[in-house]
């Protein structure tokens, strides 16, 4: 990734990646403050046999925020790709991911769409992933030579029939997947939401709550006990938040919280 000013002039070069494919197939600039990235790997840290979709946010200055991989990665099929071709940001703050699918649908490849959240939460399907980052070094040329050609201008005849899609809705909001489980399943309380200045986690393990804001940035870390824990997070302005939790055993719960 090669990020210039409005004069060409290079501000920064970074590559993402593991030991084998990737591939970028689209990106949007999110707010004042960084990027939102999607395409296909066979895994940065955790090797697949087929293609996987990846989903990485990363800031300003090409640090990495959160990256996680999509597709069948429990069966981890061989010749059967889920691969992303696009990203968009939804009204609500999370993103859009589209592409193909052999894994799932009807068979073949198969239109494949993910919802998430600003996090990156689909709710099935999916695992955090950890790219390895390095800092390239960027040769710039003097130049060259672009060659366009005039398209045609012979009329195409179109022929317009009509067509309904056999659909399979992977999940709505769950079942969640591998290593994720909802509030009751891990027993957890979350009070008062709206909240105002602070709020309370009632748990049955220790666990580590991380809160972020709409654009997927990490606000703090926080340590919780067993049972009762008030946090008071510092300096938050009114609006729309969101949180995980993660217990000793992997297990991650997620959800939001409205600051008044």
């Not at 946010?57 to 959160?66: E, F, Q, T, V, Y």
Request: aromatic residues 10%; hydrophobic residues 35%.
């Amino acid at each position: 990734m090669v990020k210039l000013d409005a004069a060409g002039n290079v501000q920064w070069t970074k590559t993402y990646g593991g030991a084998d494919y990737e591939w970028a197939m689209d990106m949007k600039a999110i707010g004042a403050i960084g990027y939102i990235v999607t395409g296909y790997t066979v895994g940065f840290d955790v090797y697949q046999n087929s293609l996987r979709s990846f989903l990485m946010r990363i800031d300003g200055s090409g640090n990495l925020m959160w990256a996680k991989m999509y597709g069948d990665l429990q069966n981890n099929p061989m010749n059967s790709s889920d691969e992303a071709a696009y990203i968009y940001r939804a009204y609500d703050g999370g993103f859009l991911m589209s592409g193909g699918s052999q894994s799932f649908g009807m068979g073949g490849y198969d239109v494949w769409v993910v919802k998430t959240d600003p996090v990156g939460v689909s709710g099935c399907n999916e695992t955090n992933t950890n790219p390895g980052i390095a800092v390239p070094t960027l040769t710039i040329g003097p130049g060259g030579i672009d060659t366009a050609w005039v398209a045609s201008s012979s009329p195409i005849t179109i022929t317009v029939g009509s067509w309904q899609p056999q659909t399979s809705i992977l999940c709505l909001s769950g079942p969640p997947p591998v290593g994720r489980k909802d509030h009751a399943d891990m027993n957890i309380t979350v009070f008062p939401n709206p909240f105002t200045s602070n709020f309370i986690v009632e748990i049955q393990a220790e666990s580590e709550l991380i809160l972020y804001d709409m654009l997927g940035k990490e606000l703090g870390r926080y340590k919780l006990k067993a049972g009762e824990n008030t946090i008071q997070p510092a300096n938050l302005s009114p609006g729309l938040y969101f949180y995980t939790l993660t217990d000793q055993k992997g297990n991650i719960s997620s959800g939001k919280l409205i600051a008044e």
